[in-house]
């Protein structure tokens, strides 16, 4: 349920993006976080085994605002730029069309 609500909140911004996924399941994102199926290792990971450092052209990923404590982790442990996104979906569009900058 969650990765179609992103999905399309992401393809309502026009903007090209991949969108990650991480076995979570079924579990939405505060309770994968509080059931320790969601951490910053369990996305580090996820994102190496996809190989997507391969797929882009900078070193950015977006997380959901619910888990703004992954950042340093995620940056520290894995060398990622983080950018920390909006808590709900429907504000997707808004967020990237202001925030993101590539690179």
């Known amino acids: 349920l969650t990765y179609f609500t992103v999905e399309g909140e992401v393809a309502n911004s026009r903007i090209p993006t991949y969108i990650s996924v991480v076995e979570t399941e079924g579990l939405g994102v505060l309770?994968?976080?509080?059931?320790?199926?969601?951490?910053?290792?369990?996305?580090?990971?996820?994102?190496?085994?996809?190989?997507?450092?391969?797929?882009?052209?900078?070193n950015s990923v977006i997380i959901p605002g619910l888990v703004a404590v992954f950042r340093a982790e995620l940056e520290d442990e894995f060398g990622w730029k983080v950018l920390v996104g909006p808590e709900e979906a429907a504000r997707i569009p808004t967020f990237l069309k202001k925030e993101w900058k590539e690179g």
Do not use: M
């Open 31 to 58: 309770n994968a976080y509080a059931g320790d199926k969601w951490s910053p290792e369990t996305i580090g990971k996820t994102l190496e085994a996809q190989k997507v450092k391969d797929k882009i052209t900078h």
